[in-house]
């Protein structure tokens, strides 16, 4: 997220983020996590925020849009296999299947045939897939 790779560039904090633009810590980490998109903030929010960081409030809202679009397109147009392989996965989350396990085996190795032998995909696009439905915690 831009938010994060600012601060970075900065060596600032969150938290001293949020002091000096005058946002509660808890509203700026739940933006800074995805829970909350900074496009459905108030406006002033997202003007302290901009403030704070030195940049428009154009470069951090547009920010967020490219990235979910990025994000939205990493599921489409795979090839046939690992897209049978998600879908597959994603229905074995939706029904809580006993078969979990081996779902995942599959779409992991799915995700590394697309990366490294077939170069159907970028590294980026499979740690996104990965961090996404492989490494995420239980519900």
């Known amino acids: 997220m831009i938010i994060d790779e600012l601060l ?4 600032m904090t969150k938290y001293r983020l949020a002091v000096d633009a005058g ?20 406006t002033e929010t997202a003007y302290k925020l901009a403030k704070a960081l030195g ?8 920010s967020e ?6 994000e939205r397109s990493y599921e489409y147009g795979l090839p046939n296999y690992l897209q049978h392989d998600l879908d597959a996965y994603k229905e074995g989350l939706a029904q809580s299947s006993d078969l979990m396990d081996c779902l995942w085996g599959e779409l ?9 032998s077939d170069g159907a995909i ?7 897939l990965r961090k996404k439905y492989l490494w995420r915690t239980q519900r």
């Open 8 to 11: 970075q560039r900065r060596g």
């Open 23 to 42: 946002v509660p810590h808890a509203t700026l980490s739940d933006i800074c996590s995805g829970k909350t998109k900074l496009a459905k903030c108030s």
């Open 55 to 62: 940049v428009s409030v154009e470069l951090l809202v547009e």
């Open 65 to 70: 849009l490219r990235a979910a679009q990025r």
């Open 108 to 116: 992991y190795g799915s995700i590394n045939m697309a990366e490294i």
């Open 122 to 128: 970028t590294p980026e696009h499979a740690d996104y």
